[in-house]
């Protein structure tokens, strides 16, 4: 089983590398995304919740997000939480079962910047774009998707996203094994990842027919 992570800014084509890896492997992948793993902040009044610096890593729930790693390395499946960002809180009814693959793909902005999390990976990605590219993907996300205005998106980028992007996701590019320039728009170097996962599984495959 191989993990792979894979990280970035936000709005820097993550989501796009990680579907092209995924289709490309044909299935034997899945994906565990780092935003499905913010701490649940239901017991905090609504004006408490809207507060929270979500791109801080003290935002996450790295506990869970090891232990369930973990667990799927080991061959057992998981009951991955659901977030919300519209109430900022973790659901009490729903979960997600994610089952073992061949490869495990964990996404997010903040996942370098967790040792035990790095630890557990086979590849490490850090998937970089041209800031104003990035800027505008956010801008056109938050409204759509975070019940954002176009003022309240302006003012979270530059009083959150921006700042938390120079003092931890940046600096955790250092990490990676692989940097991919122009986000997800470079398939010379998808093509070269999924080769290569490609050859690892091939080679994982030969050692188990072997022992």
């Known amino acids: 089983m191989l993990v792979i992570g894979i990280a970035g800014g936000s709005g820097s084509g993550k989501t796009t590398v990680v579907k092209a890896i995924t289709r490309q492997l044909n299935g034997r992948v899945v994906v565990i995304p780092q935003d499905s793993y913010y701490k649940d902040s239901s017991h905090l009044p609504m004006e408490e919740r809207q507060k929270i610096n979500f791109d801080h890593p003290d935002a996450i729930d790295w506990k869970l997000l090891c232990q369930q790693i973990r667990e799927l390395k080991a061959g057992r499946s998981v009951e991955q939480p659901v977030y919300s960002y519209i109430t900022c809180s973790r659901s009490k009814t729903e979960t997600v079962t994610v089952e073992p693959a061949d490869v495990i793909i964990v996404e997010g902005i903040l996942i370098f910047t967790c040792k035990e999390l790095r630890d557990q990976m086979n590849i490490k990605i850090f998937v970089d774009a041209d800031a104003d590219d990035r800027v ?27 700042p938390m992007h120079l003092q931890f996701i940046e600096p955790s590019k250092r990490y990676a094994d692989v940097i991919i320039p122009q986000g997800g ?8 990842i999924s080769a290569t996962v490609e050859k690892a599984l091939g080679q994982m495959q030969n050692k188990r027919k072997h022992k």
Not at 136 to 162: N, P, Q, S, W
Not at 185 to 192: E, S
């Open 136 to 162: 505008m993907r956010i801008f056109v996300r938050d409204i759509a998707e975070r019940g954002r205005t176009l003022d309240t998106a302006i003012a979270h980028y530059c009083d959150t996203v921006k």
């Open 185 to 192: 728009h470079n398939q010379v170097a998808i093509d070269v």
